[in-house]
């Protein structure tokens, strides 16, 4: 299980918003490209760049941004925010982008995510973001009329490399992942699932450790890692033994 550090730019900035609203916006680093390189020395193994400008209005608008992060780090990246098309996702992959992240084409042009699925396996994962369970689209500014459960469903016959499950009532609030939610999509996805929002301490990590062996193999960290509720290199090191330690316990437990 990894932990995935978040950067979400906004006008080519690092921020974070409170629960998705536009209008809730802290900064936290003008130099996203510093960010990421901080990131992985303090031992990411992958990075999570949300395009914010691309979720709320589709067009590129952070690509120059976005090109030189790649070029910053040796981490793979996965990106989200706007990818609406075929052509869009390929110029990510052509500039070295390991996964992409499609939300809203997957309510309004779930063709187009099978073609993209079958097309790049193991390389396109779909984030399902939920307030009070149903998914929102469009940079979570419009609600669906469908359930993330029943959306995970959906997904169960493409060769997906993640679902990205988000509870947004709980995204920047630092209060505690929705468990149950996640334990929901874990359980009803054959995809693996990376769980993000509302991470605010170790001890959230620490409750989202049990679920390694139910499908979920990430964990995706934001606003913590900026304002010093997690350190990166300890959060990984404290993951890392308990599960060493839960891998030891259940080989000692089956030779018993």
């Known amino acids: 299980m990894d932990i995935i550090p978040a950067i979400d730019l906004l006008n ?23 960010q990421a390189q901080i990131w992985e020395s303090k031992g990411a193994k992958r990075l999570h760049l949300v395009d914010l400008d691309g979720a ?25 925010g706007g990818i609406r098309s075929i052509d869009r996702a ?3 992959f052509d500039i070295g982008i390991d996964r ?5 084409i997957a309510i309004e042009k779930p063709e187009l995510v099978k073609d993209l699925s079958k097309e790049y396996p193991k390389r396109v994962a779909v984030g ?23 959306l995970a ?25 929705n468990v149950q939610a996640l334990r929901e999509i874990a359980e009803i996805s054959i995809n693996p699932v990376i769980a993000s929002g509302g991470i605010g301490s170790i001890a959230d990590l620490i409750s989202l450790a049990d679920f390694a062996d ?43």
């Open 214 to 256: 139910e499908g979920i193999e990430g964990i995706i960290v934001g606003r913590a890692l900026y304002d010093g509720s997690i350190d990166l290199k300890e959060a990984i090191l404290t993951l890392k033994n308990l599960l060493l330690q839960d891998a030891f316990n259940a080989k000692d437990k089956f030779l018993v």
């Open 153 to 177: 469903k959906q997904l169960n016959d493409l060769d997906l490399a993640a679902i990205i499950s988000t509870d947004i009532a709980t995204d920047g609030t630092l209060k505690g992942p």
């Open 100 to 104: 992409i992240i499609l939300g809203t």
């Open 56 to 80: 709320k209005t589709g067009e590129p608008i952070n690509d120059l941004t976005i090109k030189e992060i790649k070029k910053s780090i040796t981490i793979p990246i996965q990106l989200g």
């Open 90 to 92: 390929k110029e990510l």
């Open 128 to 150: 399902i973001d939920a307030k009070e369970g149903m998914v929102a689209t469009r940079g979570w500014l419009k609600q669906s009329e469908i359930s993330s459960l029943d």
């Open 12 to 34: 080519g900035k690092c921020v974070r918003l409170n629960q998705g609203n536009y209008n809730e916006v802290t900064k936290f680093n003008s130099d996203p490209v510093k």
